[in-house]
């Protein structure tokens, strides 16, 4: 099994800047990959970035290439999402997940772990 906590979310201004969190612990084999969620009230969870923690490939959504960027740090135990120019659009709750690696990683169902949640509002 796989434990995730995300924190870091906040209030901030249009055009702020934030950085999330997501901590991961139990199984933590590189074989995960580890993707960022958002899902805003009335609307459907949307996948925002990826990253393979083996190889550190990483991959953004369109919607937000440019502003977000994914990470990790050298232990590969906490996954970062760096968020720059944030426009109200972007506030939603914020989730990291976990599952192996494969394709779609886009589509929150082919995920196996997932944290909390942490809000994230931009007014």
């Known amino acids: 099994h796989v434990q995730l906590v995300e924190s870091g979310g906040g209030s901030v201004q249009p055009g702020g800047s934030l950085r999330l969190s997501c901590e991961v612990s139990?199984?933590?084999?590189?074989?995960?990959?580890i993707g960022w969620f958002r899902q805003a009230p009335g609307k459907e969870r949307e996948g925002v970035a990826a990253i393979d923690r083996r190889s550190g490939a990483t991959v953004v959504s369109d919607s937000v290439k440019g502003r977000f960027a994914i990470s990790q740090d050298n232990n590969k135990n906490t996954v970062f999402l760096r968020m720059n120019s944030l426009k109200p659009d972007d506030t939603a709750i914020y989730y990291c997940?976990?599952?192996?690696?494969?394709?779609?990683?886009?589509?929150?169902?082919?995920?196996?772990?997932w944290g909390q949640g942490t809000q994230v509002t931009v007014s």
């Open positions: 139990g199984d933590t084999s590189s074989k995960f990959c």
């Open positions: 997940a976990a599952r192996t690696c494969g394709t779609n990683w886009p589509r929150p169902e082919t995920y196996n772990y």
